[in-house]
């Protein structure tokens, strides 16, 4: 099954194949706001198989028709979700996150990783390395592209930096290596390409969703040349020079498997071996990406329960804060209460050396200063009164 990645929703495979099956293409596209032609080009790069031409007018007429294809079962390496681009994403509801736990069972992968890897060595069945690039795998095409440009490029010229990088004999056996294990892997749905990484051939693999390398390396002492500052095998290295190649998921983590030459064999007879364990691998990392999943989700919501926490705690202490300048705000407006209590005693008593309207007036002004410093009458306790909580 093919799955075109975009940033979006992921559904399960059934129930876009089940849209595409709903109604007629152009009530379909009006739903979504694309021409039918556009709609059936994405649907088809999900890999939907669509209905013959002529399908609704047989619906219509009450004809019988084909029913809606089965979906492909999840090959190894698969996520068994289509990711939805903003297009079409809306229209569905995301499916559940696959659990870790499986099951992992479809009619292409058992359950059991050593039975997938029995079934694909009995799908494989023999492989073996070219013994020339005159028709070498497509994975290998841009690479022998660019050095076919080299090769023409540096015609006459000396400089080792325009010459072609991987003409020597190891580096030309290290190509038929990788051609025989993408052959073997095309077989079976899956995909490779040689790459050049730091001027040596190493593979890239696609195995369902999922990308896994291919690397090589030199068993043993070997002669190297310093070139740009780097030390890169001798050119001049003959092809049976004893190597070991590893399938990686990452180049921080220890190889996954292994093979070299040795007493069982040239590498070139293992090709069979290597393809089928890296299409078990393809399907190991699918499985343990759910393991990571789930573990960075879980960090994710611990991450987030902290931070609430810490909103939640920063909010209760200033509702303490509130709380005190509320208490130091009513003293003051006491305080200025009583001293207008006072005021007006003196004045009353005929204490008071001012004019009785200067008083009365001083008077209203303090009690309304009071009033506004007041945390009941201003509002101002209202800050602190409620349990602080936090938005949903």
């Known amino acids: 099954m093919r799955y075109v990645y975009y940033s979006g929703v992921d559904i399960l495979p059934d129930q876009l194949w089940d849209f ?58 698969e996520t068994g979700r289509i990711r939805l681009d903003s297009r079409l ?117 696609r195995i369902g969703d999922m990308s896994l390398s291919l690397r090589f390396e030199i068993v043993g002492r070997h002669r190297s040349v310093r070139q740009a500052g780097r030390n890169l095998p001798a050119p001049d290295l003959p092809a049976n020079t004893v190597l070991r190649i590893s399938i990686v998921s990452d180049t921080r983590q220890p190889a996954i498997a292994s093979w070299a030459d040795d007493a069982d064999g040239l590498i070139e007879s293992k090709i069979a071996s290597i393809a089928a364990s890296a299409i078990v691998a393809g399907e190991a990392r699918f499985r343990r990406s759910l393991k990571e999943d789930e573990e960075e989700q879980q960090r994710r919501r611990e991450a987030e329960e902290h931070r609430r926490r810490e909103r939640l705690a920063a909010l209760n202490a200033q509702r303490l804060v509130d709380l005190r300048v509320s208490g130091e705000l009513l003293r003051q407006a006491q305080d200025i209460r009583l001293l207008v209590s006072e005021v007006r005693r003196a004045m009353d008593e005929g204490t008071s050396l001012r004019p009785k309207q200067t008083l009365e007036a001083w008077e209203r002004w303090a009690l309304a200063e009071a009033d506004r410093i007041d945390p009941v009458k201003s509002g101002q306790i209202e800050k602190h009164l409620e349990e602080p909580r936090l938005a949903e």
Do not use: C
Request: net charge positive; aromatic share 6%; proline share 7%.
């Open 89 to 205: 994403g809306h229209l569905f509801e995301p499916a559940a996150p696959k659990s870790s736990d499986g099951p992992f069972v479809s009619i292409h992968v058992p359950e059991d990783l050593e039975e997938l890897r029995e079934q694909e060595l009995r799908a494989i069945g023999r492989a073996r390395a070219p013994k020339n690039l005159d028709a070498p795998n497509r994975g290998l095409n841009d690479l022998l592209l660019r050095e076919q440009r080299r090769r023409e490029k540096s015609e006459g010229w000396a400089y080792w930096w325009e010459a072609p990088k991987f003409d020597t004999p190891l580096s030309r056996r290290r190509l038929r290596i990788l051609s025989g294990v993408f052959d073997a892997l095309d077989k079976r749905g899956h995909s490779g390409s040689a790459r050049d990484d730091n001027d040596e051939v190493h593979g890239a693999m």
């Open 20 to 77: 595409a099956w709903s109604a007629p293409m152009r009530d379909l596209a009006a739903k979504v706001g694309m021409s039918d032609v556009g709609l059936r080009k994405a649907l088809r790069s999900y890999g939907v198989i669509l209905p013959r031409q002529g399908h609704w007018n047989r619906v219509h007429a009450g004809r019988k028709v084909e029913t809606r294809p089965k979906v492909p079962g999840r090959r190894p390496g």
